[in-house]
């Protein structure tokens, strides 16, 4: 299934996909506190379903501030955090 990226809106909930739009480039943003952006299975405007595994990594994410995952070393990383 192709992925893409989309931006976190910053109003909806961060399990819902109407949350999030759709970018045509990666986005800028990497570390922080707060999801900036996830690699979602493509659903044009939104993604088509926020995954366990997504979930996952927002949580972590929101913990330590990084994109995750973080393991193992090289991994693709889905979710990128922002400062606000």
Not at 40 to 46: D, M, N, R, T, V
Not at 54 to 78: F, S
Request: glycine content about 10%; aromatic content about 16%; charged content about 10%.
């Amino acid at each position: 299934m192709a992925r893409a990226w989309y931006i976190y809106n910053n109003a909806g909930s961060l399990v819902v996909p109407s949350s999030y739009l759709y970018t045509p480039t990666r986005p800028g943003c990497r570390s922080g506190f707060n999801v900036c952006a996830i690699y979602a299975i493509y659903g044009g405007a939104f993604p088509t379903i926020i995954s366990s595994n997504l979930r996952k990594y927002m949580a972590n994410g929101l913990m330590d501030g990084v994109p995750e995952p973080q393991l193992p070393p090289g991994a693709i990383q889905y979710v990128y955090m922002v400062f606000h």
